[in-house]
């Protein structure tokens, strides 16, 4: 089940063909190098919008959201077994 963080963190990426690709993020000063992007979806929270990154680090499941108005990057959750 996913555990909820709501945390800020940052992120590293680069852009190909015009889409962003998170490529490490910090938390808690740790550094975790993403392995595979799962699902990118976007979302809307009223009006404002947000893309949602699933990733892999280290065989964990994380979820990064990019507030496509502020620009601030949050880790909402951690999948925990």
Not at 4 to 17: A, K, L, Q, W
Not at 37 to 46: A, E, F, P, Q, Y
Request: proline share 1%; aromatic share 14%; glycine share 2%.
């Amino acid at each position: 089940m996913f555990q909820r963080i709501d945390e800020t963190v940052s992120v590293i990426g680069i852009y190909e063909h015009a889409h962003f690709i998170p490529k490490k993020f910090r938390w808690r000063d740790r550094v975790y190098l993403i392995q595979e992007i799962t699902l990118v979806s976007d979302i809307r929270d009223g009006l404002i919008k947000k893309r949602m990154y699933s990733v892999l680090c280290n065989k964990t499941l994380y979820r990064l959201l990019f507030n496509r108005e502020t620009e601030d990057w949050k880790l909402e959750e951690v999948w925990v077994e």
